[in-house]
Structures are given as C-alpha cells and as structure tokens.
C-alpha cells in the first residue's frame, strides 16, 4: 500500500497552479441526512433547499413518501432502491453491473486501490476527504470521468477547497446568507445542481431511470441543468413575475463560462457571435443574466429607439381535430389526444371567412390562419380558404398555415412545396406563420412530436417561401425536453436560413405552458422554462440575430402582461398581436385572457417608459399612438 507523501513537491506545484485560475464554476449541492419520511419533516427540508438525502439503511424509511416530495437519495447498499449509491475500496466490486455515473466513491489514502476502482468502474463522482486525496486526483492523467465532491461545513473550509481545484461542494444546513457570503468571497462563480442533473441529459436519463425518477429529475432541474428554484410563477400560470434582482430571479446560482467577458467584448465591437459562443451565454445564470439583458436593451435601442409595436389581427383556429401526436401539443382534440377537455370542433370556410369580416370590422389588418391537422383536409381545403377570404376582403393580410400545414397540403394533393406555395400565393396567401418548429433539433423532436416534419423539412418550406418572396416569423417552444444544445441548433439554423433568404421578419420565443400539455401530464416533461431562462432567450435572440432579424417579440399570451412588458428591457421591441379568440395556449392550460386590446397594449408599453406603434405584419407600416386611446 502507498499512502500519500506529507508535503510532495509536485502537488504544491498543482496547487499554486489553481490559486491563480480564476473566473471558475463550482457547482454545489444541498444534501443531508435522512432522518425521517413524515410529512412535516421532509416539507422543512424542501423549504430550507435541500434536494439529496443521504438514506441509511437501518432507519428502514419509506423511500416512496422521500421521492414523492421530489428529493433525490444516495445510499450505501444495493437494498435500498435509491437514486445513487457510495461505493468504498471494501465494497465496489458488488455494484459492477450498475450505471457507473450512479456511483459517488468515497476514496480512501490507497492510492492503489483507488486507481484500480478508478480506471475499472469510472464512478461518475469522487468523494475526498482531504486536499492530498484532491490532488492526487488532480494530477492523475487518464481522461476522467468523474467529477470531485466534498462535504463542507464552513465557509474557510469551502474556499479551501475551491482553492484547491474542488468541482462540487456539498453543503449541510448551510443558510442562503452564508451561500451568498462564500459567493461573494472570490471571483468564482457557485451554481446549484442536483445529484442526477449534474450527470445525466434528459435522453440519457430517459433511458437509465424509472418512469418515476425521470419524472422527479424533471420536476427539480432548468433547462440549462441548474437545480430549479421554487417558485408559484410558470409561463401560462396567470401570476405576477417573480420577484426579480434586476431581470434575474435565481440569485444564489452563478454561472459564467469562461469565455464570458470575451464574447461581450465581441458583442460590444458589433463581432458576430458564433454558435459556440451562444451556448456559453445560454449557459448564463444568477447575476450575469443582467448583464446580457442589459446589453440587449442596448442594441435594441440602437435598432428601434423606443418603439414597441404591436399588431391588430384576429386568430382563427379552425378545428383542434388533429391526426398528428404532438406530445406536448393540448390544443388538438384527436384520438391519440390524452387531454379531451373541450369538445373536437371544425369550423367550416364561410365562417372562417365571417370571422374574417368581422375582425377587419374591428380594425384588424391581419387574419392568422392555423390549426390542427384534420383527416379530411388537404391542400385544397387551404386553397379554398385563402381564396374566398380575398375575395370578400382583398386587403385583409393573410398569416397563415404552418410548414407543417403546407407540406401535408402539398403532399394531398400531389405537389411539390414550391408549386403548393405558388398556388396559395396567387390564390392571395401573403405570409407564413413560424409555428410547428416547436424545437429545431430532431434529438428532442424524436420524442416531442416525433411524427411532425423533420428540422430539415421545417427549415426547406421556409427557405422555398421566402425564395418566393413570402416572408414568415421564426419561433421557438422551449422548456419542456429541450437543453441548450438545442437551443443552439435552432438558433444556427433560424440564422442560416435568414442569410440565405432575408424572409424571416421576426423572433418569438414560446415558453411551452405545461399544465394542460399531455407530455407533462404523463410525467415527461418540465414545467416549463424558468423565468431567468426567458430573459436570456430573449436577449440572446437579440444579440445572436443583431443585423439579420430586427424584430424579436414576446408572447404576452405566455408571459402575461407583467412578464411580456419587463422584456421590453431585454432587447425585445414587439408584443405581438391582438389575438381575438387565441385558443392554443389555453388549451395547454394557459390562464392569460384571449385578447389584449389596443389599450391594454398602450398601456403596457406606456408603463415601461416606451412608445406604442401599431404596425402591420411586416413591419413596413407604423402608426404612432402615443397619447392615443381608441375605446
Ligand atoms: S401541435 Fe399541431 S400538429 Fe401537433 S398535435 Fe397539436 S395541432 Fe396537431
């Protein structure tokens, strides 16, 4: 057996190494004893934030009633049914055949042992108990694929150890003050995880857990992975916005990569910003997310001065009968639905065009024209719509038909895309809607809507649009499967295909609405994304696509008022439309009202210290209605 040296020359060498690396993540976990599965017990942990308990096994304590209330378990024996388990130079060899990330190895001073447990199983993370263990661990030069964890009790003791090169700490009973004292101690950044979002994507825990564990690991983490703080707001939930620190509402989880300071730089010198620069900004959290809104105000107001637009148009929906299995899709009523709320409907084309009528009577300019996808339609159906719609009303702009709608048309009635989309332009078809992209990344598509049109499909109808000069907005749907990758990969495409075509008007990010989602309701998805996660949408829209999309927009449908009016400050310049009748959001259990009239939009956009315009779908045409109330 080797023990360690008690002062070996090259480990002080390490050491002095990482006392100068700064600008470091160091995530931390807030995880203690189990001591009892009664309800009141395990409601005061939930309440003083800790998310893992550490279960022994002569407590004999009911597991189910700890995993209900969403806390994560590690135990020392494979008789326990938790979520991870420690494993020590006696015992390793019994958990041979399990996940090696599920397994947290307390090393001992045998280094032997230690490289043999190491090498052989890779745990996915180390537990030391003192600073040679770390540095040893430091030093060792196989690719690792472990992270390094210690218990800390104190804040000299912690910054000891981040000092030292430490990748987690975790913390026992330790308040939110003294979390903010050591944050505030250095220039390193701490950020919360959980025990299973530190080691696991979504794909990667789809496979590997329970239903039920995927469901909690879903429940506690963001979309970034961070451990997701409590909170009654949600988009869709009808709430107030969160109390926020300037945007950011999650204050006690800082993370920065360390390339932060020069993508700013670049942003600042006008320097496009690369798709890898964005997954650092998106990988933003606590107090720097300000810093990006903030600049993104700033180049809003470069493009936009204090404009804020908004347009009048009316929504028609005309059926939720829908052939497709959209898993997170409320709004469509078909057999494959889980959630028969309302009844299947389908309205036919004169009332679609009566509708029509009466929406350019109350002054709107634009019709938006989407729905499920219904057995009985095919491109003829859509035809005929936008043709006895211009009929009545030449001048009525029609928004309308998603990607998806467009090639289901075209392939029902034997065309191609392009000749589809000729015949709906001559028939008066003037823009497409950006919806049905949901997520531009066939990994989270495969299990979101898996039979919906591909990225690669979604992005083609676009590119064959615009090449025909109609133009189309861009969305997004995010915080329900999704990770930032894909955010990414949605955002590269989006920008992309704006360089080739200049077609793309706008940008709306749609928080997915989890309540009335069957996804959520099956225990498949998060609650939607946090508020922090939508301010940085937001502002990375602005910042990512600055001199390729000048509009970026917030769906007060999804945010409330409160929620679409702080964004105004974030790099966004439009609220969107009026909507009479919107019916998607709420069918996902969305608890914001159906319209907001023009009032409401002065007076939201008055309250924030900007100016109303009203514009008309393309941007082209604006009528200041400063001082104006029309009802
Ligand atoms: S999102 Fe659209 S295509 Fe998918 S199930 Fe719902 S209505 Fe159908």
Redesign the pocket.
Known sequence: MIKFLKKPIILLIQMDIQKFNSNRNISFLRIRPCDSDNEIYLNSRKKEGTSSFVVKDDLKLNLNNIHNKNFQTISKTLDIDSDFWFIDDENWKEFNSLNSKRLIYTISDNKEEALEILSRLKPGVVLVNNIEQLSFLSNLNFNKSFYTAKYVNEIEEADRYINNGIDSIWLRDWSIEDINKLQNLSDYNLYETTLISSKFSINEARQEFSKETFTRFLLTKDVRGYKRMETNWYPGSGQNIPKLKNFSFNNISNFESKEFAEIIQKIQTNEEISDEDLKNLFLTSGSKVNQIANIANELNIQKNGDRVTFVKNRNINYTNQ?Y???GF?G??KGPHSLNLKEKPYSIDIEEVVERTIEAYEMGASEVCLQG??HPDYTGNFYLEMVTKIKEKLPNMHIHGFTP?EIWQGAETIGKSVEEYLILLKDAGLNTLPGTAAEILDDRIREYL?PD?ITSSQWGYVMEVAHGLGIKSTATIMFGHIDDVDSWVNHFSLIRRIQKNTNGFTEVVPLPFVHMGSPIFLQGKSMTGPTWDEIVLIHSLARIYFNNSINNIQASWVKLGHDGAGKLLHAGVNDLGGTLINENISRASGADHGQETTQDQFIDIISSENKTPYLRNTLYTEFSNLENVKQF
């Open positions: 829908c497709y299995k959209c899709c709004f469509s499920g996808i998806l809507c919906k």
